[in-house]
């Protein structure tokens, strides 16, 4: 799932509010653990985006609801990485928020549109890991044995023998993401 020990790719620290306790993401107990790995909050942001414009405040609890309430980004995390987005010419201010509240809203540049296509299989990962996060942080945790499953199927990946040709590479994620589909599906 996601990292423990990487940060969010923003000058934030990664971490938000998180609601209860027990196993992390990265496998620690309590809080602590980081919910987004390196990056993940950047993809995020963009993926959110590209559904439609929106602030800082609503991407906040978007992701909340994505989390199942059970985690809430930091606005020292998401509001730096939105100015750092901006800088690198991947999203631009819309306009005012039509309420009148004041607030811009952000929406992806052609740059954003063409990153997030480039980045697909990362942006599938990270918007699949909330989901599968929010259920997990929201209560719904994994049975012990599925939990030794997991715990074998990535010593496998580790202890690989030979060297990862691409289509190596390409038949082990279809028979991963096959399983995660099936798993999702039930």
Known sequence: MFASNQGCGCNGSGMGR????????????????????????????????AEQPRHGYELIRTIEE?????????????YPTLTLLEEQGL????????AGDGKRRFELTQAGMAFLQANSASVEGVMTRMELAGRALSGQMTPENVQQAMQTLRQ???LHPGSWSEG???????IIEQAARQIAAS
Do not use: C, W
């Open 168 to 174: 190596e590479s390409q038949r082990v994620q279809n």
């Open 156 to 158: 496998a990946l580790v």
């Open 91 to 98: 999203i631009q201010p819309k306009a005012l928020d039509p």
């Open 66 to 78: 994505r989390f199942a309430g059970s985690y809430t980004p930091s606005p020292g995390a998401v």
């Open 18 to 49: 998180r609601r209860g306790m027990g196993m992390g993401m990265g496998g620690r107990r309590g809080r602590g653990d980081r919910v987004f790995a390196h990056g993940d909050l950047r993809i995020a942001l963009l993926a959110l985006l």
